[in-house]
């Protein structure tokens, strides 16, 4: 089993900066990929970033030069810097993990940003 506990959200003003961690543990590699999504009312849930098992990151268009993930393997926690926050960026924030086909999501934390 894997458990992903995502913490950090919370209210912030257009402009602003929040960090998301994402804090795995069970049965997962320090250098497992990683990724987060992000959900708002009546939509689907989509991609926002990713950090491969080498390091390596990849971010949806919509928050490319905004938004950085990155890991702490000592940790085993997976964090998502996001600045220059805009309204659109409110959502609710998902961690995700594929482990041996499985797949795990974490609880969510809600962002919120006000013009």
């Known amino acids: 089993q894997v458990q992903l506990v995502e913490s950090g959200g919370g209210l912030v003003q257009a402009g602003g900066s929040l960090r998301l961690d994402c804090a795995a543990s069970g049965s997962i590699a320090s250098d497992n990929s990683m990724a987060w999504y992000r959900q708002t009312a009546g939509k689907e849930r989509e991609f926002v970033a990713v950090i491969g098992s080498r390091g390596s990151t990849n971010y949806a268009d919509s928050v490319k030069g905004r938004f950085t993930t990155s890991r702490d393997s000592a940790k085993n926690t997976v964090y998502l810097q996001m600045n220059s926050l805009k309204p659109d960026d409110t959502a609710v924030y998902y961690c995700?993990?594929?482990?041996?086909?499985?797949?795990?999501w974490g609880q969510g934390t809600q962002v919120t940003v006000s013009p």
């Open positions: 995700y993990a594929r482990v041996d086909g499985r797949t795990y």
